[in-house]
C-alpha cells in the first residue's frame, strides 16, 4: 500500500511531520503494512511555514500509485488550490485511493479538486468561516477532531492529523494496532492549561 504526502511551499510543518511520524511508526512496527513517502511538485527542498526544509521523495511524475493521499494545510494551500496541475493530479490519484485525506487548510485543495465537494468536511478553527462560504461542502464542522465521508476524511488544525492518522492505522490495520502505535509515538495528550502537571 503507498501513502502519498503532498508537500509544498508554506506547508504547515505539523500538518505533514505528524501523519508521517504515526503512519512510519506503523510501518515500522508491522512489515509490509506501506510504503510512507512523500511527494511534490517537484523534488526541489520544500520551504513549510515555519521554516523548516523538508527534500520530498518523489515528484508528481515520478511518484508511484497511491491508495492514500494526505494533503497538509498552511498558508500554501491558497495558492495550490489554482495550480491547475496539482488538481488534475490530486483528482487522478484520488478516483483510486482507499482514502483522501486532508489536514487543516488542506480542505481547500481537496475542495478545489473536487473529491471533497458534497461532503462533510472540517478545517482549522481560522478557515471554518472561509470553507463555509465556499459552499463547496455539503457542511463544515467545527470542534471536532476529523470527520469521515465517504472515502475522504479531513482533520481540524494541526496536530488534528495525528489524530486522523492514528483512526487511518485502526482502518488499514485493526483498532488494537492503532492503539500499539499510539502507546509507541506516547500520544496521550495531557495539555498544561487542561491538565494537572
Known amino acids: 500500500m503507498n501513502i502519498g504526502i503532498f508537500l509544498f511551499d508554506d506547508v504547515e510543518e505539523l500538518d505533514a511531520v505528524g501523519p508521517y ?7 515500522g512496527e508491522r512489515e509490509g503494512f506501506a510504503d510512507v513517502f512523500t511527494m511534490a511538485v517537484t523534488t526541489d527542498p520544500v520551504r513549510c511555514a515555519k521554516g523548516m526544509r523538508i527534500v520530498p521523495d518523489y515528484s508528481l511524475e515520478t511518484a508511484p500509485p497511491l491508495d492514500v493521499l494526505i494533503v497538509p494545510g498552511g498558508v500554501g494551500t491558497r495558492e495550490l488550490a489554482q495550480n491547475a496541475a496539482v488538481l488534475d493530479y490530486v483528482r487522478e490519484q484520488a478516483a483510486r485511493c482507499r482514502w ?5 487548510t488542506g480542505v481547500r485543495v481537496l475542495l478545489a479538486a473536487g473529491p471533497a465537494v458534497g461532503k462533510r468536511v472540517t478545517t482549522h ?15 463544515v464542522l467545527d470542534d471536532v477532531r476529523f470527520v469521515r465521508d465517504g472515502n475522504v476524511v479531513t482533520a481540524a488544525g494541526v496536530s488534528a492529523g495525528i489524530d486522523m492518522a492514528l483512526w487511518l492505522v485502526g482502518e488499514l490495520g485493526d483498532p488494537g494496532f492503532a492503539r500499539a502505535v499510539q502507546k509507541g509515538i506516547e500520544y496521550f495528550p495531557a495539555p498544561p492549561y ?3 502537571v
Do not use: F, K, N, P
Open 21 to 27: 511520524e504515526v503512519l512510519t511508526w506503523a510501518a
Open 125 to 139: 478553527w481560522g478557515a471554518i468561516a472561509e470553507i463555509r462560504s465556499s459552499g463547496l461542502a455539503l457542511e
Open 194 to 196: 487542561s491538565a494537572s
Open 100 to 104: 483522501v485525506t486532508s489536514v487543516c
